[in-house]
């Protein structure tokens, strides 16, 4: 099992930045590829970014790509999502969660282990 927790969520003005962070605890972190999704009210869950194992390869949404980074500390068992550049459609519940195929996904079925999600509200 792999336990995951979320921070970092908030209500930011348009334009403004935060940065997600999300804890793993259970088994071997680095064993896992991380990726983060959102879900906004009334949608489906959508594939934000992932990260392999060992940061060799990342990959956005495109909508993303530009504004959003995923980085990984191993070291800290830790997954971030600096967002920037935020706009009231980027409002959504943000979850991180764990592959053990340790590629690059964007499928949710896909992942094994899910946290439990952090708000993010974007004012105009």
């Known amino acids: 099992q792999v336990q995951l927790v979320e921070s970092g969520g908030g209500l930011v003005q348009a334009g403004g930045s935060l940065r997600l962070s999300c804890v793993g605890s259970?088994?071997?972190?680095?064993?896992?590829?991380m990726g983060w999704f959102r879900q906004a009210p009334g949608k489906e869950r959508e594939f934000v970014a992932a990260i392999t194992p060992y940061s060799s390869k990342t990959d956005y949404i495109d909508s993303m790509k530009g504004r959003f980074i995923i980085s990984r500390d191993n070291a800290k068992n830790t997954v971030y999502l600096q967002m920037n550049s935020l706009k009231p459609e980027d409002t959504a519940v943000y979850y991180c969660?764990?592959?053990?195929?340790?590629?690059?996904?964007?499928?949710?079925?896909?992942?094994?282990?899910w946290g439990q999600g952090t708000q993010v509200t974007v004012s105009s």
């Open positions: 259970g088994r071997t972190f680095s064993n896992y590829a």
């Open positions: 969660a764990a592959d053990s195929g340790g590629v690059v996904r964007t499928t949710p079925n896909l992942y094994d282990y």
